[in-house]
């Protein structure tokens, strides 16, 4: 149960972060790349735009291998023998009516 709710916190971590640094493009180039148009500055405009392209790949990476470990730290039922569903145990436990009569029939 433990590693099924690490696992969740990280995706949503990631889903977080992924959501963030797509926000952070602009589908025309420019988002965060545009807003830093000095000469001064450390990362230039391409290396910004090639930074948050590969953090979005990164990140739909490692989002779609935690959804796929998830599949094995599912915690599953320890139970010997699984009878069927819900809806069909309550379905087996209705008994239906032993006095049930037919609605009477319209006369025309």
Do not use: H
Not at 74 to 82: D, E, F, L, M, N
Request: charged share 15%.
């Amino acid at each position: 149960m433990g590693s099924f709710i690490f696992v969740s916190v990280l995706i949503l971590i990631v889903c977080v972060l992924l959501t963030l640094v797509v926000l952070v493009q602009n589908s025309k180039g420019g988002g965060l790349a545009s807003n830093f148009s000095s000469s001064n500055q450390i990362m230039g405009v391409r290396k910004t735009a090639d930074f948050l392209e590969k953090a979005t790949w990164t990140l739909a990476a490692a989002l779609l291998v935690l959804s796929m470990i998830t599949i094995f730290v599912i915690p599953r039922s320890t139970g010997t023998k699984v009878k069927g569903t819900e809806l069909q145990e309550q379905i087996d436990k209705n008994v239906a009516p032993s006095n049930y009569q037919a609605p009477p029939a319209q006369k025309k």
